[in-house]
C-alpha cells in the first residue's frame, strides 16, 4: 500500500465529507427496440439493429430461420442509449422471422 490515509487527514488544514443518495432509476434504452431486415430469395438476410451483441443476435437468427451465419449480414446502428437491453436481440429475430415469411423487407417497431 502506498501513503497514509489517515496520517494525511490527521495533518490536513481541511478535510470535506459528503454523502451522496440517488433513486433506483430504470435500466431500459432511451428509445423504442427495433430492426430492419431483409430477406431476399436467394436464402440472403440482412440486418439492420442496434444490438449490443451483433454476433450473438446472427447466431440465434440462424438457428431460428434454418439458415447459415455466413448468409446474414447484420449491420450495426450505433443509437441511443441501451444500457444492456440491446443484449438480447428478441427485435432482431422478430424482423428477420417476419421478413423471411412475408418475403419482403420489414422495419419492426415496438
Known amino acids: ?19 451522496y443518495y440517488f433513486p433506483l432509476l430504470s435500466h431500459a434504452p432511451l428509445e423504442p427496440q427495433g430492426s430492419t ?3 431476399t430469395t436467394d436464402g440472403k438476410l440482412e440486418i439492420w439493429a442496434p444490438s449490443q451483441t451483433p454476433q450473438a443476435g446472427r447466431a440465434q437468427t440462424a438457428q431460428l430461420l434454418g439458415l447459415k451465419e455466413s448468409d446474414i449480414t447484420v449491420h450495426i446502428m450505433r443509437t441511443g ?10 427485435y432482431m429475430l422478430e424482423a428477420a422471422w ?3 415469411a412475408v418475403n419482403a423487407p420489414v422495419k419492426l417497431l415496438w
Not at 1 to 19: D, H, P, Q
Request: charged share 25%; no cysteine.
Open 98 to 100: 417476419i421478413s423471411k
Open 81 to 90: 442509449g441501451g444500457f444492456g437491453r440491446r443484449l438480447t436481440n428478441d
Open 37 to 39: 431486415a431483409h430477406y
Open 1 to 19: 500500500m502506498i501513503g497514509n490515509v489517515e496520517g494525511a487527514l490527521s495533518t490536513a488544514a481541511k478535510v470535506l465529507e459528503a454523502e
